[in-house]
């Protein structure tokens, strides 16, 4: 069955970095190399948005919100993709979650992102 495992969330001081890593598996993730990825965020009393995209072969996309700031990178030999955060502000602070773009049905657990000094 599908699995998505996201790590790497914590508290962050602003104006600091983090690396998000997701392992994706499974159902859709089968064939992780062809499945455009992407990462999304859920803050308090929000809807879930997304704030990074990759394809295999293509220039990533990101939100205005992070562009500059997020890079979204992935292995395909280990079906992981990555979030690298630097700059971080107080409004990124969120559940950030992996999912296919567009999304699967299926979400995992998400990795909590605190940033507050």
């Known amino acids: 069955q599908v699995q998505l495992v996201e790590s790497g969330g914590g508290l962050v001081q602003p104006g600091g970095s983090l690396r998000l890593s997701c392992v994706a598996s499974?159902?859709?993730?089968?064939?992780?190399?062809?499945?455009?990825m992407g990462w999304y965020r859920q803050a308090p009393g929000k809807q879930r948005e997304l704030v990074a995209a990759?394809?295999?072969?293509?220039?990533?996309n990101y939100a205005d919100s992070v562009k500059g700031r997020f890079t979204i990178t992935r292995d395909n030999a280990k079906n992981t993709v990555y979030l690298r955060m630097s700059s971080l502000k107080p409004e990124d602070t969120a559940v950030y979650y992996c999912?296919?773009?567009?999304?699967?049905?299926?979400w995992g657990q998400g990795t909590q992102v605190t940033v507050s000094s």
């Open positions: 499974g159902g859709i993730f089968s064939i992780f190399s062809i499945r455009p």
């Open positions: 999912n296919a773009n567009p999304p699967d049905g299926y």
């Open positions: 990759v394809f295999s072969d293509k220039v990533p």
